[in-house]
């Protein structure tokens, strides 16, 4: 039998700008009297969290602010913020202001603020061994500074395992958010390599999500068996087209010129709304690949990143073999691969072909500086076999994929994927 049911969760939702200013409030609701906010150090020194901390010290509520999330968080700076967490707690909530990094430290904290065990016990198998959580985790409000990673509105937590090389996750419908407040203004002091990146991991969100494997074509599940990422589906469709529309007119513009408002509320619209897609229907093979393009790394030390250790920010990671997995994929829905090229670019003439959707995603990339491919950010043939035995790790991504993915499909789009233009 196959399956005849999806699921759809969501964060409650607080957008516009000036939202940031209400969170004493909001916290007030879940009957928080003691909260920790976490932050990293680049978003700290923009003010914002002192801002807010002050804001909710203003409503009669203690905060607690650890700004030491890592950029692109490891399993050593997650247990350290864990560590903090435990000792200076117990707390009635969290607020994560920051990116996915810091929304991710915030919701590990929390998991292991509430649950016994180390991350080790948590994160997805074969990496860890995928305990669910037996207990209920605190009320989270996230704020995202960056237009990206949608980890406000997700049940997941992504991090690098130092030892293994390897970028994997945690994944559980307790690690959701309750709470997102998108504020727009939030996100104007973006440098525009992060824009770049981190709207790269809207769009991937977008298409991966309305490309993934239709829900109804999996084996039917038991209750007990359902996951967070159900595959593609009528509602995450909706919110993935609205976030490849939005993406068209506002993403070129706000990596031009990170000061136009509208854009930017745009960018932050089309995150949220993209969130909400693939939060439900999944991501599959540039997810998946950009795991171990992440967590390989040797030299690639990115503008507008810290500069004190190499890495490729998850968003130019997702994107370096998107236009390559999409050609690999385009036989299984070949209509939906076409709209979403149609949805990024309007005005194209191209024919339609298993080529226009790598087009445009290749001129989109070029046109907002980032890297040509792989080769790039340091990667070269002899790399192919490590890279693909990092993405076949992340099977619950690959199983979401719309056809079945071998590790020599995998090395054929890491291979194409050296250098697009």
Same mark, same amino acid.
């Given at each position: 039998?196959?399956?005849?049911?999806?699921?759809?969760?969501?964060?409650?939702?607080?957008?516009?700008?000036?939202?940031?200013?209400?969170?004493?409030?909001?916290?007030?609701?879940?009957?928080?009297?003691?909260?920790?906010?976490?932050?990293?150090?680049?978003?700290?020194?923009?003010?914002?969290?002192?801002?807010?901390?002050?804001?909710?010290?203003?409503?009669?509520?203690?905060?607690?602010?650890?700004?030491?999330?890592?950029?692109?968080?490891?399993?050593?700076?997650?247990?350290?913020?864990?560590?903090?967490?435990?000792?200076?707690?117990?707390?009635?909530?969290?607020?994560?202001?920051?990116?996915?990094?810091?929304?991710?430290?915030?919701?590990?904290?929390?998991?292991?603020?509430?649950?016994?065990?180390?991350?080790?016990?948590?994160?997805?198998?074969?990496?860890?061994?995928?305990?669910?959580?037996?207990?209920?985790?605190?009320?989270?409000?996230?704020?995202?500074?960056?237009?990206?990673?949608?980890?406000?509105?997700?049940?997941?937590?992504?991090?690098?395992?130092?030892?293994?090389?390897?970028?994997?996750?945690?994944?559980?419908?307790?690690?959701?958010?309750?709470?997102?407040?998108?504020?727009?203004?939030?996100?104007?002091?973006?440098?525009?390599?992060?824009?770049? @990146? +981190?709207?790269?991991?809207? !769009?991937?969100? &977008?298409?991966?999500?309305?490309? %993934?494997?239709?829900? $109804? #074509?999996? *084996? /039917?599940?038991?209750?007990?068996?359902?996951?967070?990422?159900?595959?593609?589906?009528?509602?995450?469709?909706?919110?993935?087209?609205?976030?490849?529309?939005?993406?068209?007119?506002?993403?070129?513009?706000?990596?031009?010129?990170?000061?136009?408002?509208?854009?930017?509320?745009?960018?932050?619209?089309?995150?949220?709304?993209?969130?909400?897609?693939?939060?439900?229907?999944?991501?599959?093979?540039?997810?998946?690949?950009?795991?171990?393009?992440?967590?390989?790394?040797?030299?690639?030390?990115?503008?507008?990143?810290?500069?004190?250790?190499?890495?490729?920010?998850?968003?130019?990671?997702?994107?370096?073999?998107?236009?390559?997995?999409?050609?690999?994929?385009?036989? @299984? +829905?070949?209509?939906?691969? !076409?709209?979403? &090229?149609?949805?990024?670019?309007? %005005?194209?003439?191209? $024919? #339609?072909? *298993? /080529?226009?959707?790598?087009?445009?995603?290749?001129?989109?990339?070029?046109?907002?500086?980032?890297?040509?491919?792989?080769?790039?950010?340091?990667?070269?043939?002899?790399?192919?076999?490590?890279?693909?035995?990092?993405?076949?790790?992340?099977?619950?991504?690959?199983?979401?994929?719309?056809?079945?993915?071998?590790?020599?499909?995998?090395?054929?789009?890491?291979?194409?994927?050296?250098?697009?233009?």
């Amino acid at each position: 039998m196959t399956e005849t049911v999806f699921t759809y969760g969501a964060p409650g939702l607080k957008f516009g700008r000036g939202a940031s200013a209400e969170i004493g409030h909001d916290l007030a609701t879940f009957d928080a009297r003691r909260v920790l906010l976490v932050t990293d150090p680049g978003v700290a020194a923009t003010g914002h969290p002192a801002r807010i901390a002050e804001q909710i010290a203003a409503t009669g509520i203690e905060v607690v602010v650890f700004e030491d999330a890592h950029v692109e968080p490891t399993d050593e700076s997650l247990a350290g913020a864990v560590e903090f967490g435990r000792s200076e707690g117990p707390f009635d909530a969290y607020v994560a202001v920051g990116g996915g990094s810091a929304i991710d430290t915030a919701k590990a904290v929390n998991l292991l603020g509430t649950n016994e065990g180390e991350l080790m016990d948590y994160i997805n198998a074969p990496v860890g061994r995928a305990l669910a959580p037996e207990h209920a985790l605190k009320p989270l409000v996230a704020v995202p500074t960056t237009t990206g990673t949608g980890s406000e509105s997700t049940t997941i937590c992504v991090l690098d395992v130092l030892s293994l090389k390897v970028k994997t996750g945690i994944s559980h419908p307790r690690l959701r958010p309750t709470l997102a407040v998108v504020d727009p203004d939030l996100t104007m002091t973006q440098p525009a390599m992060v824009t770049a @990146a +981190a709207g790269m991991d809207i !769009l991937c969100h &977008a298409l991966e999500s309305y490309t %993934a494997r239709w829900f $109804a #074509d999996f *084996p /039917a599940k038991q209750a007990s068996e359902r996951v967070p990422y159900c595959g593609a589906n009528p509602i995450a469709d909706m919110w993935s087209e609205k976030a490849l529309s939005l993406l068209a007119g506002a993403f070129r513009a706000a990596v031009r010129d990170g000061s136009d408002a509208p854009a930017r509320e745009q960018m932050a619209l089309a995150a949220t709304f993209a969130g909400m897609g693939f939060g439900n229907a999944g991501v599959h093979i540039p997810h998946a690949n950009a795991y171990p393009i992440a967590g390989r790394v040797r030299d690639y030390r990115p503008a507008g990143y810290p500069q004190d250790e190499a890495m490729v920010p998850h968003g130019m990671a997702v994107s370096l073999t998107a236009p390559e997995a999409f050609r690999f994929t385009f036989d @299984a +829905a070949p209509e939906r691969h !076409l709209h979403a &090229a149609r949805l990024l670019d309007p %005005a194209s003439s191209a $024919a #339609d072909s *298993p /080529a226009l959707l790598p087009d445009v995603l290749t001129a989109l990339m070029r046109d907002i500086g980032l890297p040509s491919g792989l080769a790039e950010v340091g990667y070269a043939d002899g790399d192919v076999d490590d890279l693909v035995a990092g993405a076949l790790k992340q099977q619950r991504l690959l199983a979401t994929a719309p056809r079945e993915v071998t590790g020599d499909d995998l090395a054929g789009v890491f291979r194409n994927s050296m250098e697009h233009w």
